[in-house]
Protein backbone atom coordinates (compact mmCIF):
# COMPACT_ATOMS: atom_id res chain seq x y z
CA UNK A 1 0.00 0.00 0.00
CA UNK A 2 1.02 3.50 -0.70
CA UNK A 3 -0.13 6.94 0.51
CA UNK A 4 0.07 9.69 -1.79
CA UNK A 5 -0.72 13.25 -0.23
CA UNK A 6 -0.62 16.58 -2.46
CA UNK A 7 0.01 20.10 -1.23
CA UNK A 8 0.32 23.37 -3.05
CA UNK A 9 -2.55 24.01 -4.63
CA UNK A 10 -4.48 27.38 -4.78
CA UNK A 11 -5.59 30.04 -6.67
CA UNK A 12 -3.19 32.15 -8.90
CA UNK A 13 -4.47 34.84 -11.58
CA UNK A 14 -3.04 34.03 -15.21
CA UNK A 15 0.40 33.98 -15.74
CA UNK A 16 1.61 33.31 -12.12
CA UNK A 17 3.15 29.99 -10.84
CA UNK A 18 2.48 27.34 -8.76
CA UNK A 19 4.21 24.00 -7.37
CA UNK A 20 2.68 21.07 -6.27
CA UNK A 21 3.70 18.59 -3.90
CA UNK A 22 3.14 15.09 -3.61
CA UNK A 23 4.84 12.90 -0.59
CA UNK A 24 4.64 9.06 -0.74
CA UNK A 25 4.77 7.02 2.49
CA UNK A 26 6.85 4.18 0.20
CA UNK A 27 10.24 5.24 -0.97
CA UNK A 28 10.48 5.66 -4.60
CA UNK A 29 12.49 3.41 -5.93
CA UNK A 30 9.77 0.67 -5.67
CA UNK A 31 7.44 2.63 -8.42
CA UNK A 32 8.14 2.17 -11.70
CA UNK A 33 6.35 5.63 -12.93
CA UNK A 34 5.42 8.55 -11.09
CA UNK A 35 3.02 11.52 -12.31
CA UNK A 36 0.80 14.38 -12.08
CA UNK A 37 -2.91 13.87 -13.91
CA UNK A 38 -5.63 16.36 -13.71
CA UNK A 39 -9.67 16.86 -14.17
CA UNK A 40 -10.93 19.75 -14.99
CA UNK A 41 -15.01 20.16 -14.58
CA UNK A 42 -17.32 18.18 -16.61
CA UNK A 43 -14.06 16.69 -18.30
CA UNK A 44 -12.69 13.38 -18.32
CA UNK A 45 -9.32 13.16 -16.04
CA UNK A 46 -5.90 14.03 -18.02
CA UNK A 47 -1.91 13.01 -18.00
CA UNK A 48 0.00 16.18 -17.49
CA UNK A 49 3.20 14.36 -16.68
CA UNK A 50 5.43 11.71 -15.94
CA UNK A 51 8.90 11.05 -14.58
CA UNK A 52 10.41 7.65 -14.68
CA UNK A 53 12.68 5.99 -11.57
CA UNK A 54 15.55 6.93 -14.21
CA UNK A 55 14.12 10.38 -14.54
CA UNK A 56 12.94 10.32 -17.98
CA UNK A 57 10.04 13.02 -18.40
CA UNK A 58 7.10 13.42 -20.86
CA UNK A 59 4.66 15.98 -20.47
CA UNK A 60 1.72 16.49 -22.60
CA UNK A 61 1.85 18.83 -25.57
CA UNK A 62 -0.70 22.06 -23.38
CA UNK A 63 1.68 22.24 -20.65
CA UNK A 64 5.60 21.89 -22.83
CA UNK A 65 7.73 24.52 -21.44
CA UNK A 66 5.71 25.79 -18.99
CA UNK A 67 5.29 22.74 -16.36
CA UNK A 68 8.21 21.01 -14.86
CA UNK A 69 8.19 17.60 -12.84
CA UNK A 70 10.28 16.67 -10.81
CA UNK A 71 11.63 14.50 -7.78
CA UNK A 72 13.15 14.20 -5.21
CA UNK A 73 14.34 10.60 -4.00
CA UNK A 74 15.50 11.87 0.01
CA UNK A 75 12.39 13.01 0.69
CA UNK A 76 9.90 10.34 -1.06
CA UNK A 77 8.21 13.65 -2.97
CA UNK A 78 7.05 14.52 -6.45
CA UNK A 79 7.07 18.62 -7.68
CA UNK A 80 5.03 19.92 -10.65
CA UNK A 81 6.56 23.57 -10.87
CA UNK A 82 3.84 25.39 -13.15
CA UNK A 83 4.33 29.16 -14.86
CA UNK A 84 2.61 30.80 -17.13
CA UNK A 85 -0.53 29.20 -15.88
CA UNK A 86 -3.50 29.93 -17.71
CA UNK A 87 -7.33 29.53 -17.21
CA UNK A 88 -7.44 26.34 -19.03
CA UNK A 89 -4.91 24.96 -16.36
CA UNK A 90 -7.86 25.18 -13.77
CA UNK A 91 -8.14 21.81 -12.60
CA UNK A 92 -8.17 19.02 -9.56
CA UNK A 93 -4.42 18.07 -9.90
CA UNK A 94 -3.87 14.06 -8.87
CA UNK A 95 -0.18 12.53 -7.86
CA UNK A 96 -0.44 9.03 -9.21
CA UNK A 97 2.09 5.76 -8.54
CA UNK A 98 2.65 3.04 -10.82
CA UNK A 99 4.55 -0.03 -9.24
CA UNK A 100 6.52 -2.53 -10.21
CA UNK A 101 4.02 -5.23 -9.73
CA UNK A 102 1.78 -3.07 -11.79
CA UNK A 103 -0.47 -1.72 -8.74
CA UNK A 104 -1.44 1.46 -8.92
CA UNK A 105 -2.09 4.44 -6.27
CA UNK A 106 -3.83 8.28 -6.64
CA UNK A 107 -4.19 10.71 -3.82
CA UNK A 108 -6.59 13.06 -2.67
CA UNK A 109 -6.21 15.38 -5.16
CA UNK A 110 -5.36 19.20 -5.00
CA UNK A 111 -7.14 22.36 -6.29
CA UNK A 112 -5.50 24.80 -9.26
CA UNK A 113 -7.50 27.40 -10.06
CA UNK A 114 -6.42 30.09 -12.08
CA UNK A 115 -8.94 33.48 -12.55
CA UNK A 116 -8.40 37.14 -13.22
Known amino acids: QVQLVESGGGSVQPGGSLRLSCVASRRFFSTRLMGWYRQAPGKERELVAT???????KYVDSVKGRFTISRDNAKNTLYLQMNSLKPEDTAIYYC??????????WGQGTQVTVSS
Open 96 to 105: NAKMWDNSEY
Open 51 to 57: ISTGGLT
